[in-house]
């Protein structure tokens, strides 16, 4: 009984890291892909760098896009869109602030 009292912080700090850090991680992962899946021709994003453009292809074999942009057409990969700012830039005019 007394080794588990012994090792109750260190458990207790590995929950809370857990539940702080680590899940919280993987979830946003997991909707990170689901949104990088779930992009098609047409839709107007922005990658993590800072470059907007409009897909023009999707390419599944090696998880690749071409962006049209004012400098002309650029191929990204696209786990290099971003999800947050892609969300704000399509968002309806009474949602932005």
Partial sequence: MEQIGQFAPMILIFVVAYFFMIRPQMKRQKDERKFASALKKGDRVITKSGLHGKIMELNDKDTSCVLETMAGKLKFDRSAISMEMSKKLN???????
């Fill in 91 to 97: 968002a309806p005019a009474s949602v932005k602030k």
